[in-house]
């Protein structure tokens, strides 16, 4: 009990000393230029407002494993958006496109991230474009609300959230870089 009334004693000094490190560190040469460098940020006005919505966005219920989220993105400015990338708390995410690959449609990471054209739309449905949930931490039961977040190739984030559904469909399989498909079958003599 007594040795953790003294070790009391020493953390004002521990934090001195990490506060000393931190200072040191901020006056790096490096850090400066590239803070320098870095565009300054347009007025932070309606930066996250409204720039995207999602029309009917959707999840698809799941116990384990894969599963994706759907919807129509909606771009409400006037210039091309892009979406390079998504999270969520419930999986890691990838954004996906289906493609034809040996006479079947497997999905694959969409080249470039999903693109928005001025005031257009991209729609994201089984067999189409779609938000992938790599790996589901828990299972998300019909009617459970999915939050994630999408971030825009200007470094911006747009946050959704999407009910989830039970559906049967959108069982593709997932070819990820187009590598390994299951041809093995064939070697066997
Ligand atoms: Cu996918």
Redesign the pocket.
Same mark, same amino acid.
């Given at each position: 009990m007594s040795s953790r009334i003294r070790l009391a004693h020493f953390l004002p000094a521990i934090a001195l000393t990490l506060g000393l490190l931190a200072a040191g560190c901020s006056t790096d040469a490096s850090s400066t230029t590239a803070a320098a460098e870095a565009p300054a940020a347009p007025a932070a006005s309606a930066a996250t407002e409204t720039t995207i919505s999602i029309t009917d966005p959707w999840f698809k219920a799941a116990d384990k494993g894969?599963t994706?989220a759907f919807g129509t993105l909606v771009n409400n400015t006037d210039k091309p958006l892009t979406i390079v990338s998504a999270t969520s708390d419930v999986s890691t995410m !990838?954004l996906? !496109? %289906?493609t034809m690959k040996d006479g079947k449609m497997v %999905?694959?990471?969409k080249e470039g991230g999903f693109v928005l054209p001025a005031k257009g739309k991209h729609e994201l449905s089984p067999g189409g474009d779609?938000? %992938?949930f %790599?790996e589901l931490k828990s299972p998300v039961q019909a009617g459970d609300e999915v939050t994630f977040t999408l971030k825009l190739a200007d470094g911006s984030t747009v946050p959704f959230t999407a009910v989830a559904k039970p559906y049967s469909g959108?069982e !593709?399989s997932?070819a990820p870089d187009g590598g390994m498909t299951m041809s093995s079958g064939s070697a066997s003599k």
């Open positions: 894969m994706a !990838e996906h !496109e %289906m %999905m694959q990471p779609h938000l %992938m %790599m959108a !593709e997932y």
